[in-house]
């Protein structure tokens, strides 16, 4: 009897016919391993790096310490949020509703952590970093990645609720993760997360120096103005 053509799976173009044997398998097996472990090895080069600007620059780390960072609840929230999705199975078919939707609040809470410290100078560039990364993922429900051939069989590389292989269909390519690190990182960033990288570094280098003190109009510092006598 002749059999008739497989139509997409899940009403979704990017899940054609050859796919219906690895969406099965993803579907009702296990969940792939996360690939945070790779991006949180990155950022946290990113981050010792940042704490070795005051260092290399002869700054203060007493200073840098002494910050008053506020709202730092919002911040971790957000980034226990974004690890509890990398690690905790999440459904297939609730990806891209209150996964999706977890995902979105905790760009919001960093967000709204980044501002609420934005006088700090430097701050200004993560939240750039930040709404890159955020606008990808929201126009394409995930951050899609540009996995090397090479790459194709690590498990790792597959599909979770943040992250899913680069497709021809997908919006703003070029600020998604296209950024291919070989070894020993094994690792995809994205523009943002080097706009974020260099934000962190910018922070910590100016949170490490001494505020500047106001000048007077005519160039002299206040302390040194004598006022007229009454």
């Known amino acids: 009897l002749p059999i008739s053509a497989l139509g997409p799976v899940d ?10 044997v690895p969406h099965f398998v993803a579907a009702h097996g296990p969940e792939p391993n996360s690939r945070t472990l790779p991006d949180v090895l990155v950022y946290a080069i990113a981050v010792a790096v940042a704490l070795l600007v005051p260092a290399a620059t002869r700054g203060s780390y007493r200073r840098l310490v002494e910050v008053e960072w506020r709202w730092g609840a919002l911040l971790f929230a957000g980034l226990a949020i974004q690890i509890a999705l990398e690690y905790v199975a999440i459904p297939r078919d609730h990806w891209h509703d209150w996964g999706f939707g977890l995902l979105v609040a905790s760009y919001v809470l960093i967000l709204g952590f980044a501002g609420r410290n934005l006088v700090l100078r430097g701050m200004g560039v993560v ?95 206040p302390e040194d103005a004598v006022g007229d006598p009454a």
């Open 11 to 20: 009403h979704e173009r990017r899940n054609g016919p050859v796919a219906v």
């Open 127 to 221: 939240i750039v970093g930040i709404l890159c990364n955020l606008v990808v993922i929201l126009a394409n429900q995930g951050m899609p990645v540009k996995v090397p051939a090479t790459w194709a069989d690590q498990e790792w590389t597959q599909p979770s609720v943040k992250h899913h292989p680069q497709q021809a269909d997908d919006r703003l390519r070029f600020l998604s993760d296209v950024i291919v690190l070989r070894e020993p990182f094994s690792a995809v960033l994205s523009f943002g997360d080097l706009i974020l990288a260099v934000g962190l570094c910018d922070v910590s280098y100016h949170a490490s120096r001494r505020p500047r003190r106001r000048r007077s109009v005519d160039g002299e510092r």
